[in-house]
């Protein structure tokens, strides 16, 4: 086997330049673990908030509990957000033998507390001995636990979900002063954040390298949703950003790397493969199989061949509340209703953010609820003055400059007829209000399952 270059991994395996996930972190997850697309879950319109009783509901067979079927251990370190207001809803209730992370959607990378309470465990145990200690840090000093004490004649999986580079902007200042020519102070964290999860992926993958694993391993590395310009984020020359379903909200960073498990490697891979997609995969190349009737579709041969995709069209979303809707089939892009407020191309930020204080937009994390947890509910924007329908030929215009909607009547009716078909399946969101038995004022100042 030839020594892996840990100093460029992705150049050394397969780069993906069309892997789409959804908006928002809750449906990519959701779509990461059940195969299914959110809209069939009920977890399409909104992440899941703290006080919130939602949950990925225990009908979906998870990736893990399909991948302990056929003889895998299985890990998972850093964040979940899939639910846990039931402990039947939590990481080892789902598959997983081990759980290192927090439950929420995001919280202070150093005092792990979102609002007023303490969200970290190990397992089923509240960790309240890690205050100040920067999450990436402590993920990988357990990722590298795991791999030192796993035997690599067993099979294993481990889902490692980092905070990075989600708000709020925090990361050491060894990492910020790395780019000290960027005077945004946003930008200037993110890029510093990047930076913080390019060493602890590299941290790890050279544990992995030092205990035998790199004789039969695959890597994947994929992100969850476009970024957001207000905290730093950019997604030029894409259209949009995080929560649209714009490309800049949907179109992931993702790629593929295997010392011995790829026979093509070292180029840009262009076909089309979904975020559910990962689940049929993963079970394909462990010898599993998924259950009839998800949506995800195994793309191992693509991957590990550079054959056609299996896939020619897919789901952005469906959302019945938004009113929203967009599919993608072959070269086509339908939009139903409002894509969401990040509408523009925004440009990488220079000194300041003050074009984007007045931007039109979905959520502002910069303000505060009554409750003082940073605002992340969406805004519903089922009323709106934007075309009904909007239709882009991604391959021509992958920026989706140029509605071809009134050009091409006949393709928009086809796509309305195909999501018509589609939303035959949607499952109404599952969306709860606010429940005050979850607050933490009631178990010790700990975000803590068994109040539904």
């Known amino acids: 086997m030839k020594t892996p270059n840990l100093d460029n991994l992705a150049n050394q395996g397969v780069i993906l330049n069309s892997s789409y996930v959804q908006p928002l972190c809750t449906p990519s997850r959701t779509a990461f673990m059940s195969g299914y697309y959110p809209y069939r879950t009920g977890l399409q319109h909104n992440v899941i908030l703290p006080w919130s009783a939602a949950y990925l509901r225990r009908n979906y067979t998870l990736l893990p509990e399909k991948l302990k079927n056929v003889g ?71 990722a590298k636990k795991i791999i030192e004490s796993h035997n690599t004649s067993d099979p294993m999986f481990l889902y490692l979900a980092f905070q990075d580079v989600h708000a709020p902007l925090q990361v050491p200042k060894r990492f910020e002063d790395m780019y000290s020519n960027i005077n945004d102070k946003n930008r200037r964290i993110y890029s510093g954040m990047v930076s913080a999860l390019d060493e602890a992926v590299g941290n790890i993958t050279k544990s992995l390298v030092q205990n035998g694993f790199m004789d039969n391993i695959l890597i994947v590395f994929t992100a969850d949703n476009g970024g957001i310009p207000t905290f730093g984020g950019n997604n030029l020359p894409l259209r949009g950003a995080k929560s649209t379903l714009w490309e800049g909200g949907t179109k992931g960073a993702s790629f593929v790397y295997s010392p011995t498990l790829l026979d093509k490697t070292g180029y840009i891979n262009t076909e089309m493969m979904h975020a559910t997609d990962w689940f049929a995969t993963f079970l394909d190349v462990a010898g599993g199989q998924p259950e009839k009737g998800v949506d995800g579709i195994s793309q191992w041969d693509m991957l590990r061949t550079g054959s056609p995709s299996k896939r020619n069209e897919f789901i952005y979303n469906i959302d019945e509340i938004n009113k929203n809707a967009a599919i993608r089939y072959g070269d086509l892009k339908l939009i139903e209703g409002s894509a969401g407020r990040f509408n523009d191309w925004y440009p990488v930020p220079t000194s300041n953010l003050e074009n984007f204080k007045t931007a039109d937009h979905i959520y502002d994390l910069n303000e505060k609820t009554d409750l003082g947890v940073e605002h992340f509910e969406i805004e519903n924007i089922a009323e709106s003055d934007e075309p009904q329908y909007r239709l882009f030929n991604i391959t021509a215009d992958p920026t989706e400059h140029f509605d071809i909607a009134d050009q091409f009547p006949d393709l928009v009716t086809k796509l309305k007829d195909k999501l018509v078909e589609y939303k035959k399946l949607l499952v109404p969101a599952f969306d709860p209000s606010f429940s005050p038995k979850s607050l933490p004022i009631f178990y010790d100042g700990v975000w803590t399952p068994g109040w539904c």
């Open 72 to 142: 895998y251990n299985t890990h998972m370190i850093g964040k979940w957000h899939l639910g846990f207001c039931n402990w039947n809803y939590t990481p080892t209730y789902r598959g997983f033998d081990s759980f290192y992370g927090y439950y929420n959607g995001q919280e202070d990378y150093y005092s792990h507390k979102i609002m007023f309470g303490l969200d970290y465990r190990d397992d089923k145990k509240v960790v309240d001995d890690k205050e100040g200690v920067y999450s990436a840090f402590s993920y990988t000093e357990r």
